[in-house]
Nanobody, 124 residues
Framework: QLQLVESGGGLVQPGGSLRLSCAAS????????MGWFRQAPGNEREFVAA????????YYADSVKGRFTISRDNAKNTVYLQMNSLKPEDTAVYYC?????????????????WGQGTQVTVSS
């Protein structure tokens, strides 16, 4: 059973930065694309970013493009989300997830394993 464990969330002021990490168990990490999603209270879970299994291509939601960067270290079975220029509307629980293939998409239903989430709060 694959396990995904997120870390790095917290409270940050507007304009600040955070880096989220997601550590995965298992030996086939590089075969799968990974994604980050977020869910604010009262809202549906939404796509944030994804990265192919080999790290060769990334995808971003328009709302975070230019501010967030997804990356991965396959030797460490870890995917990261660097978040800069944070805004109050970025406040949410952030989840990492494993895609069913190595390609990656923005579609929630295409992801089959999920972490427990980490809270990010952007507030002064």
């Amino acid at each position: 059973q694959l396990q995904l464990v997120e870390s790095g969330g917290g409270l940050v002021q507007p304009g600040g930065s955070l880096r989220l990490s997601c550590a995965a168990s298992g030996r086939t990490f590089s075969s799968y694309a990974m994604g980050w999603f977020r869910q604010a209270p009262g809202n549906e879970r939404e796509f944030v970013a994804a990265i192919r299994g080999n790290g060769g291509r990334t995808y971003y939601a328009d709302s975070v493009k230019g501010r967030f960067t997804i990356s991965r270290d396959n030797a460490k079975n870890t995917v990261y989300l660097q978040m800069n220029s944070l805004k109050p509307e970025d406040t949410a629980v952030y989840y990492c997830a494993r895609h069913r293939t190595g390609w990656g998409t923005s579609v929630l239903e295409d992801y089959d394993y999920w972490g427990q989430g980490t809270q990010v709060t952007v507030s002064s």
